[in-house]
């Protein structure tokens, strides 16, 4: 996958112990949400709402016009790491993370690999949370 393809992502808060409205905003890969969701309510008794479904696409205006104005995107990066794996194998790492909490979300992040486990190479890539014409999701559907 390369950097700039579009990515589908939910955007979703987690309900529990901090409920500070920026710090419980997530963006989760739609390919991951059903696994990360199952995870956060069985390992960590967070219930996840979900906001809105839609892309994640890199900054480049030189290729991609939304047709969005700059004020209605929602400044996302997406963080690419790889990590050593099972007999010295790397495993690619992929997370997205609200602009205006990077630093904080990165130092949490980086929290989960100590020692010979920490990531090899970083890098982040500023994109956006394309809005979507968002219709009312569902009750059953919005809450996991």
Known sequence: MSVSEPVAIVR??????DDEGARTLRYVPLAEFGLWCHLM??????AVTIESVSVWVAEDAARWNSGWAAEDLEPVLRVRMEVPGPSGITMPVERFFPA????????????HYTGAGRPRRVT???????PTADRPVAAAARTR
């Open 41 to 46: 309510q069985t390992r960590h008794q967070r």
């Open 124 to 130: 982040a890539t500023p994109g956006y949370f394309v």
């Open 100 to 111: 205006e909490t990077y630093p904080e979300a990165q130092e949490a992040l980086m929290t």
């Open 12 to 17: 979703c808060r987690l309900a529990g112990s």
